[in-house]
Protein backbone atom coordinates (compact mmCIF):
# COMPACT_ATOMS: atom_id res chain seq x y z
CA UNK A 1 0.00 0.00 0.00
CA UNK A 2 2.52 2.30 0.68
CA UNK A 3 4.24 1.94 -2.59
CA UNK A 4 0.54 2.62 -4.02
CA UNK A 5 0.64 5.86 -2.17
CA UNK A 6 4.13 6.55 -3.37
CA UNK A 7 3.43 5.85 -7.19
CA UNK A 8 0.40 8.50 -6.60
CA UNK A 9 2.36 10.93 -5.16
CA UNK A 10 4.77 11.01 -7.86
CA UNK A 11 2.51 11.21 -10.50
CA UNK A 12 0.96 13.56 -9.17
CA UNK A 13 3.94 15.71 -9.02
CA UNK A 14 4.38 14.93 -12.56
CA UNK A 15 1.50 16.19 -13.44
CA UNK A 16 1.80 19.68 -11.56
CA UNK A 17 5.20 19.89 -13.29
CA UNK A 18 4.00 19.53 -16.69
CA UNK A 19 1.34 21.53 -15.66
CA UNK A 20 3.44 24.44 -15.00
CA UNK A 21 5.36 23.77 -17.82
CA UNK A 22 2.01 23.96 -19.95
CA UNK A 23 1.32 27.17 -18.26
CA UNK A 24 5.21 28.52 -19.08
CA UNK A 25 4.71 27.90 -22.25
CA UNK A 26 1.61 29.50 -22.56
CA UNK A 27 2.97 32.40 -20.73
CA UNK A 28 5.61 32.68 -22.99
CA UNK A 29 3.40 32.35 -26.23
CA UNK A 30 0.96 35.41 -25.06
CA UNK A 31 4.24 37.43 -24.55
CA UNK A 32 5.75 36.72 -28.07
CA UNK A 33 2.15 37.85 -29.48
CA UNK A 34 2.27 40.82 -27.19
CA UNK A 35 6.00 42.15 -28.30
CA UNK A 36 4.39 41.60 -31.95
CA UNK A 37 2.21 44.30 -30.92
CA UNK A 38 4.71 46.37 -29.60
CA UNK A 39 6.55 46.19 -32.51
CA UNK A 40 3.72 46.90 -34.85
CA UNK A 41 2.98 49.83 -32.89
CA UNK A 42 6.24 51.18 -32.73
CA UNK A 43 7.23 50.62 -36.36
CA UNK A 44 3.70 51.94 -36.92
CA UNK A 45 4.69 55.53 -35.20
CA UNK A 46 8.32 55.01 -36.48
CA UNK A 47 6.67 54.97 -40.38
CA UNK A 48 4.30 57.85 -39.57
CA UNK A 49 7.22 60.12 -38.36
CA UNK A 50 9.33 59.33 -41.67
CA UNK A 51 6.21 59.82 -43.66
CA UNK A 52 6.57 63.52 -41.92
CA UNK A 53 9.70 63.91 -42.60
CA UNK A 54 9.99 63.29 -46.07
CA UNK A 55 6.50 65.53 -46.43
CA UNK A 56 8.48 68.36 -44.63
CA UNK A 57 10.88 68.26 -47.37
CA UNK A 58 8.45 68.34 -50.28
CA UNK A 59 6.88 71.06 -48.84
CA UNK A 60 10.10 72.63 -48.53
CA UNK A 61 11.08 71.76 -51.79
CA UNK A 62 8.11 72.82 -53.81
CA UNK A 63 7.59 76.15 -51.51
CA UNK A 64 10.94 77.36 -51.95
CA UNK A 65 11.38 77.30 -55.65
CA UNK A 66 9.75 80.45 -56.74
CA UNK A 67 10.73 82.14 -53.51
CA UNK A 68 14.36 81.11 -54.72
CA UNK A 69 13.93 82.24 -57.86
CA UNK A 70 12.62 85.81 -56.91
CA UNK A 71 15.42 86.36 -54.95
CA UNK A 72 18.09 85.55 -56.93
CA UNK A 73 16.93 87.68 -59.43
CA UNK A 74 16.48 90.49 -57.50
CA UNK A 75 19.85 89.39 -55.83
CA UNK A 76 21.66 89.34 -59.03
CA UNK A 77 20.02 92.19 -60.37
CA UNK A 78 21.47 93.94 -57.34
CA UNK A 79 24.68 93.06 -57.89
CA UNK A 80 24.65 94.07 -61.40
CA UNK A 81 24.06 97.83 -59.76
CA UNK A 82 27.67 96.92 -58.27
CA UNK A 83 29.26 96.60 -62.07
CA UNK A 84 28.78 93.16 -62.07
CA UNK A 85 28.55 91.75 -65.76
CA UNK A 86 24.80 89.90 -65.66
CA UNK A 87 26.73 86.59 -65.85
CA UNK A 88 28.82 86.79 -62.83
CA UNK A 89 25.72 88.44 -61.07
CA UNK A 90 23.62 85.46 -61.65
CA UNK A 91 26.43 82.63 -60.69
CA UNK A 92 26.91 84.07 -57.61
CA UNK A 93 23.45 84.22 -56.80
CA UNK A 94 22.67 80.91 -57.88
CA UNK A 95 25.43 79.77 -55.45
CA UNK A 96 23.70 81.70 -53.02
CA UNK A 97 21.20 79.51 -53.99
CA UNK A 98 22.55 76.58 -53.81
CA UNK A 99 23.52 76.75 -50.16
CA UNK A 100 19.91 77.58 -49.31
CA UNK A 101 19.36 74.38 -51.21
CA UNK A 102 21.58 72.44 -48.82
CA UNK A 103 20.43 73.31 -45.50
CA UNK A 104 17.26 72.49 -46.27
CA UNK A 105 18.44 68.50 -47.51
CA UNK A 106 20.65 68.37 -44.36
CA UNK A 107 17.45 69.23 -42.11
CA UNK A 108 15.30 66.66 -43.72
CA UNK A 109 17.87 64.47 -43.81
CA UNK A 110 17.92 64.83 -39.86
CA UNK A 111 14.65 63.72 -39.50
CA UNK A 112 15.00 60.82 -41.47
CA UNK A 113 17.88 59.28 -39.51
CA UNK A 114 17.84 55.65 -38.95
CA UNK A 115 18.98 56.21 -35.50
CA UNK A 116 15.22 58.25 -34.71
CA UNK A 117 13.33 55.37 -36.63
CA UNK A 118 14.55 52.36 -35.23
CA UNK A 119 12.03 50.56 -32.62
CA UNK A 120 13.61 51.01 -29.30
CA UNK A 121 11.10 50.10 -26.87
CA UNK A 122 10.41 46.84 -28.82
CA UNK A 123 14.41 45.64 -29.12
CA UNK A 124 15.18 46.29 -25.66
CA UNK A 125 11.67 44.36 -24.81
CA UNK A 126 12.38 42.02 -27.09
CA UNK A 127 16.21 41.56 -25.57
CA UNK A 128 14.88 41.43 -22.01
CA UNK A 129 12.06 38.94 -22.92
CA UNK A 130 15.13 36.39 -24.50
CA UNK A 131 17.50 37.21 -21.08
CA UNK A 132 14.39 35.67 -19.48
CA UNK A 133 13.49 32.33 -21.10
CA UNK A 134 17.34 31.84 -21.26
CA UNK A 135 17.09 32.14 -17.51
CA UNK A 136 13.64 29.81 -17.06
CA UNK A 137 15.36 26.97 -19.80
CA UNK A 138 18.31 26.77 -16.92
Known sequence: MALADEARSVA????GMASLMGDAVEQLGKLVQNEVELA????SQKASQAGMGIAYLLGAG??????LVVLLITLALWLQSFGLSPV??????SAIG????GVLALIGKKQLDADKLT????????????????????
Open 12 to 15: AEAR
Open 98 to 101: AVCS
Open 119 to 138: PKVTFHEVRQDMQMTKELSK
Open 62 to 67: ILIIPV
Open 40 to 43: KAEL
Open 88 to 93: VAHLIA
